[in-house]
C-alpha cells in the first residue's frame, strides 16, 4: 500500500506544483481541489485518517472557495469559521473518540488546516501567495514528526519552494520590472520639464 499512497502523493504533487504558476485564482483552485483529493487517497492508503478528513474538508474548501471565486464574490468569514471548526471537530472525532490516538503534533496539522482556510479565502493571488507559506511550513514539520512517509513530507515541503519560486517569479522580478518602468517613466517626464 505504500508504493500506491507514494504514486497518490507524486500526483498530488504535480498538481500543487502546476498550481502555482497559473495567474488565475480559479485555475489554482481547480489545480489544488484535484491535488487534495489525490493526497487525501495517499492518507487513506496508510490509514492517517485524520490526516485524510482533513485533507477531504481541504476538497470542500477548495470547491467552496472555487464556487465563490468563480462569481467573483469574496468568501464570508462564517464560512471560514465553519471550515476551521470542521477540522476542528473531525480531529476531536477521529483522534480523540474513534481511533484515541491524539498527538501533541497534531495541533500543527489543525493550524495548517485552518490557515489553509483562511488563506484561499483572500482573492489577491499576490498576498495569498506569501500567506500559503505558514501552512505549508507546519504541514511540512508534522509531516516529518509523526514520521509520515517521507513522501508526504516531501510534497509539502516541495509545494513550499515552489510557492518561494513562484513568489520570486511573480513578485520579486515582476517588481523589479515595474519599478525599473517607474524609473523610466520619471526620468522621462523629468527630461521633459
Same mark, same amino acid.
Not at 469559521?81 to 477540522?87: E, R
Not at 508534522?142 to 516531501?154: E, F, M, R, T
Given at each position: 500500500m505504500s508504493e500506491l499512497s507514494f504514486l497518490m502523493s507524486t500526483i498530488a504533487l504535480v498538481l500543487y506544483s502546476l498550481s502555482y504558476f497559473f495567474n488565475s485564482k480559479r485555475n489554482y483552485l481547480i489545480l489544488q481541489l484535484f491535488g487534495n483529493s489525490f493526497l487525501s487517497l495517499s492518507y487513506l492508503l496508510i490509514g492517517s485518517y485524520f490526516t485524510m478528513v482533513a485533507v477531504l474538508i481541504g476538497v470542500a474548501r477548495g470547491i467552496i472557495c472555487y464556487i465563490y471565486e468563480k462569481n467573483d464574490k469574496k468568501v464570508p468569514v462564517y464560512v471560514i469559521a465553519g471550515i476551521c471548526l470542521a477540522s476542528i471537530l473531525s480531529y476531536i472525532i477521529i483522534n480523540y473518540i474513534v481511533m484515541s490516538q491524539a498527538s501533541i503534533w497534531d %495541533?500543527? $496539522? @489543525? %493550524? &495548517? *488546516?485552518?490557515? $489553509? +482556510? /483562511?488563506? %484561499?479565502? /483572500? #482573492?489577491? =493571488? #499576490?498576498?495569498? #501567495? $506569501?500567506?500559503? @507559506?505558514?501552512?505549508? &511550513?507546519? &504541514?511540512? +514539520? $508534522?509531516? =516529518? @514528526? /509523526?514520521? &509520515?512517509?517521507? *513522501? *508526504? +513530507? /516531501?510534497s509539502y515541503g516541495i509545494e513550499l519552494c515552489v510557492t518561494v519560486v513562484a513568489i520570486v517569479k511573480y513578485e520579486v522580478t515582476k517588481g523589479k520590472k515595474r519599478e525599473q518602468a517607474k524609473a523610466l517613466c520619471d526620468t522621462a517626464e523629468n527630461s521633459d520639464v
Amino acid at each position: 500500500m505504500s508504493e500506491l499512497s507514494f504514486l497518490m502523493s507524486t500526483i498530488a504533487l504535480v498538481l500543487y506544483s502546476l498550481s502555482y504558476f497559473f495567474n488565475s485564482k480559479r485555475n489554482y483552485l481547480i489545480l489544488q481541489l484535484f491535488g487534495n483529493s489525490f493526497l487525501s487517497l495517499s492518507y487513506l492508503l496508510i490509514g492517517s485518517y485524520f490526516t485524510m478528513v482533513a485533507v477531504l474538508i481541504g476538497v470542500a474548501r477548495g470547491i467552496i472557495c472555487y464556487i465563490y471565486e468563480k462569481n467573483d464574490k469574496k468568501v464570508p468569514v462564517y464560512v471560514i469559521a465553519g471550515i476551521c471548526l470542521a477540522s476542528i471537530l473531525s480531529y476531536i472525532i477521529i483522534n480523540y473518540i474513534v481511533m484515541s490516538q491524539a498527538s501533541i503534533w497534531d %495541533f500543527l $496539522y @489543525l %493550524f &495548517a *488546516s485552518c490557515m $489553509y +482556510a /483562511i488563506t %484561499f479565502a /483572500i #482573492r489577491n =493571488l #499576490r498576498v495569498m #501567495r $506569501y500567506i500559503v @507559506l505558514l501552512p505549508h &511550513a507546519s &504541514a511540512v +514539520a $508534522y509531516n =516529518l @514528526l /509523526i514520521k &509520515a512517509p517521507i *513522501s *508526504s +513530507a /516531501i510534497s509539502y515541503g516541495i509545494e513550499l519552494c515552489v510557492t518561494v519560486v513562484a513568489i520570486v517569479k511573480y513578485e520579486v522580478t515582476k517588481g523589479k520590472k515595474r519599478e525599473q518602468a517607474k524609473a523610466l517613466c520619471d526620468t522621462a517626464e523629468n527630461s521633459d520639464v
